[in-house]
């Protein structure tokens, strides 16, 4: 393992929030990363999406299904368990990170909660044994943030619906094998629908644009006439909402998750290299200047990873009982929290490091170059750290105060 990794998890395990199996988890994330870690360099070079490895890898390791209960064919673990894998694999790289995100958070979790056994069995079970892959397409061309603007529509007829419409940045979206698609009807409100991949669903194309994420697969869906049963209908009508709180509630730990290992990643590239490179006759870490940013890179760690500890918690007591509304409020506040310290942090700790390497760190050849690049991102997606700001201020003043609205 890391140093920082190992410590983190003996840390956890000495404190009563962690047992043993936790610890074996751990290891099972420190085994894929290590197996992941130059594959990933390469294609990250050559800025190639690399989902097929990702795939491979956390399959072999049994972190294609993190949460999901054994029954299910998953590794039957809960929010620390989550926060741990993360945790390590954010240091390989946010890519491949988010393709975990996607898989275990943003579908899995919600299939857990909504689905029937019907569809847990038939959508949830081949996720989590990592035989198939799941789009979350929420997103859209002209919002983000507001998802109550979404404009995909369905019509409902006789056996099924049909559905219309466009949703962009939908990561895993070309290798998907099936969608939980967020659209709306006049009637029936915005409802969460699953749709199997077919020739309904036209891939527009490959975001390849982007400033990094280049190992993860990002893609511009449009589905048109899209037929699907009604045993395809993901909860009730008009609680797609709340089907889609559930995924970014578990996703934002996630993500938060993920930038806690980009950190100690940084960390660990810094004092590398304090202690390697020579300027003006002496080691780099003997300046000190290089020492500040060294010291603010572990502040950065000490915050980011205090939230999410916290965070994982209180998600790990609103999943025991989903239906109790103050836990879910407490959960959310502190998920919420560890998500914008965390992403915050990770940017800060990641341009102290790349100032620390000096010119070689403004390269993707750097570790701290590529984190510096990715963890931009996760200041954006899974909610908007402006956005969500906003929100932990309305929690405290009162929906009265509800400036986002």
């Not at 050559?46 to 956390?58: A, L």
């Not at 709306?184 to 527009?204: C, F, M, P, W, Y």
């Not at 390497?357 to 750097?366: C, D, E, P």
Request: hydrophobic share 40%; net charge neutral.
């Amino acid at each position: 393992m890391e140093q920082l990794f190992q410590r983190h998890v003996r840390e956890l395990k000495e404190l009563g929030r962690i047992t043993e199996d936790h610890v074996k988890i751990a290891e099972s994330a420190d085994k894929a990363a290590e197996e992941l870690y130059y594959q990933e360099m390469d294609a990250y070079l050559k800025r190639e999406v690399n989902i097929k490895n990702h795939i491979k890898i956390f399959k072999k390791h049994g972190l294609m299904g993190i949460q999901v209960p054994k029954k299910y064919g998953g590794a039957g673990g809960d929010a620390y368990s989550l926060a741990l894998v993360f945790e390590r694999i954010g240091q390989v790289g946010m890519g491949p990170l988010t393709f975990l995100d996607v898989q275990n958070c943003l579908t899995e979790s919600t299939l857990m909660r909504w689905a029937n056994e019907k569809q847990k069995e038939k959508y949830l079970v081949p996720l989590a044994k990592g035989d198939k892959t799941m789009s979350f397409c929420l997103t859209e061309p002209e919002f983000g943030s507001d998802p109550s603007s979404l404009q995909a529509n369905f019509v409902e007829e006789k056996n099924g619906f049909r559905i219309n419409g466009e949703k962009y940045l939908i990561t895993n979206g070309s290798v998907a094998d099936s969608f939980i698609v967020f659209t709306r009807n006049k009637s029936k409100g915005i409802s969460a629908i699953i749709v199997d991949r077919d020739e309904h669903v036209k891939l527009e194309t490959e975001i390849n644009q982007k400033m990094g994420l280049f190992t993860s697969d990002t893609t511009f869906l449009k589905f048109e006439d899209a037929f699907v049963p009604k045993e395809n209908l993901l909860g009730e009508f008009g609680k797609g909402l709340s089907v889609a709180y559930t995924g970014l509630l578990s996703g934002r730990l996630g993500i938060a998750s993920g930038c806690v290992g980009a950190i100690e990643d940084c960390l660990n590239s810094a004092v590398s290299r304090a202690r390697e490179r020579i300027q003006f006759g002496k080691l780099i870490g003997k300046h000190q200047l290089v020492q500040h940013r060294i010291a603010v890179i572990e502040e950065n760690l000490e915050s980011a990873r205090l939230s999410v500890d916290r965070a994982a918690y209180w998600k790990q007591k609103h999943d025991r009982n989903p239906d109790d509304q103050e836990l879910r409020k407490e959960a959310d506040h502190n998920i919420t929290m560890a998500k914008v310290i965390a992403s915050n942090a990770a940017s800060k700790a990641a341009d102290n490091a790349v100032q620390l390497f000096g010119g070689f760190g403004y390269s993707i050849l750097a570790p701290p170059g590529r984190h510096y690049i990715d963890v931009r991102a996760s200041r954006i997606y899974e909610g908007s750290n402006d956005v969500l700001e906003l929100k932990l201020v309305s929690d405290l003043l009162g929906k009265d105060f509800e400036a986002y609205r």
